[in-house]
């Protein structure tokens, strides 16, 4: 059973388009992180937010935190090719434990 | 530094045989992770370890055991590999338990 839930699965637009990826939790986490994998890699990670409603941005991209913990979001304004990859959502227990959504794959056409 | 290291890159082993995978790192990280990854599936959390001697159960432990004698590597062992094992491993590490960062993988294959 997935304790986080990533929507869309799957994701395809064009380049110069926006996109939004969201993950959803029953439980509250004490931290949220987003990481991007590429084929044959391992997953790295892009941002970590900590507060109820947070925001941060990373030049195109938008990352949320909701008020209660338990959802973030990712938006990336004008896609580029280069956007392309898997995105991951994982959630920070107390005690050290760190779980991830099934992950939202993204292709960007030029 | 070199980050999180893996060893093997790849391993094929038959049904019933054993095998340890071995992680790495040189960053005196105290929080250690074992992940497998399977289509459609993300990141399941095998083990985890919060400190040297230290180790704990996570998502998926079944079939596998691990050890953390010293702080800087953390070994994964299948003692009797099945096919549902064929995966690709990911060890991880982190200071704090957040933000963690990933080693380039094992692919394993059990016929």
């Known amino acids: 059973t997935q304790l986080l839930e990533q929507s869309p699965q799957f994701l395809s637009i064009q380049e110069g388009e926006n996109l939004t990826v969201y993950c959803n939790s029953s439980?509250?986490?004490?931290?949220l992180q987003w990481y991007r994998q590429e084929p044959g890699e391992g997953p790295v990670l892009l941002v970590t937010v900590v507060t109820g409603g947070e925001v941060k941005k990373l030049k195109r991209l938008t990352f949320q935190f909701g008020d209660a913990r338990k959802d973030s979001s990712l938006h990336i304004t004008a896609a580029q090719p280069g956007d392309t990859g898997l995105y991951l959502c994982a959630g920070s227990f107390r005690g050290g434990k760190l779980q991830f959504g099934a992950g939202t794959q993204v292709v960007v056409t030029p | 530094n070199a980050g999180v290291t893996q060893t093997p890159k790849f391993r094929v082993l038959k049904t019933g045989q054993s095998m340890t995978l071995l992680c790495a790192q040189d960053m005196n990280h105290e929080y250690m992770y074992w992940y497998r990854q399977d289509p459609g599936m993300g990141l399941r959390l095998i083990h985890y370890s919060v400190g040297e001697g230290t180790t704990a159960k996570g998502e998926v432990p079944d079939g596998y055991n691990v050890s953390r004698l010293k702080k800087q590597n953390f070994l994964l062992g299948l003692e009797s590999a099945a096919p549902s094992q064929t995966s690709v491993y990911f060890c991880a590490s982190s200071y704090l338990p957040s933000g963690i960062l990933f080693g380039p993988g094992t692919r394993l294959t059990v016929t």
């Open positions: 439980s509250v986490f004490s931290s």
